[in-house]
């Protein structure tokens, strides 16, 4: 059983989890609003990982015999914004989950919580992927500089992501 304080941690973060979900579903919303399906598909499917990250957080605190608090969900802050903003904003959150891991590794390596640090393990690579994913899709439109065929190109290849294994 993890302490009181690795337990608040965690659940915070199936919280921020949630969040990140939400705030994915949002820029899918906004992308529709932009006429992009693809870029739609994209966040759509990183809108399930973040369901899924969320659930690993829930299943582990349960494992090891925890209590889970669900606390409110923020409001994402989507509005307005191009396809280029909505993966700087995708990128910019990422790293602040990454922090977010980072903090909960601190803290249980400071608690001695073995089976913790090695359940984070996973997300620390994940997180690489993650802030890598996005800062691709911002080169390339950074690339293409708002140029219609190149939008039409990229949200083609947005269109083709399919749900990833480990999802499932
Ligand atoms: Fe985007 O990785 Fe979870 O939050």
């Known amino acids: 059983m993890q302490s009181k304080k690795m337990e608040e941690a965690l659940n ?5 989890e949630l969040y ?6 949002a820029a899918a919303a906004e992308a529709d609003r932009l006429r992009l399906p693809g870029f739609v598909n994209w966040f759509k499917m990183q809108y399930h990982e973040e369901l899924a990250h969320a659930d690993r957080f829930f299943n582990f605190i349960l494992e090891r015999d925890g209590e ?3 606390d409110p969900i923020g409001k994402p802050n989507i509005n307005n914004e191009t396809p280029l903003s909505l993966f700087e904003k995708a990128l910019a959150h990422e790293q602040h989950i990454t922090q977010c891991i980072f903090n909960l590794k ?8 073995y089976a913790t640090d090695v359940f984070l393990e996973w997300f620390v690579n994940e997180q690489v992927e993650e802030e890598a994913n996005a800062r691709g899709v911002i080169d390339q439109l950074k690339m293409i500089d708002g140029n219609p065929n190149g939008l039409y190109m990229i949200d083609r290849e947005l269109a083709a992501r399919q749900p990833e294994e480990s999802d499932a």
């Open 20 to 25: 990140s979900a939400y705030a994915y579903l």
């Open 68 to 70: 889970v608090e669900l």
């Open 12 to 16: 915070k973060q199936i919280n921020e």
């Open 106 to 113: 601190d803290l249980a390596r400071a608690e001695k919580d």
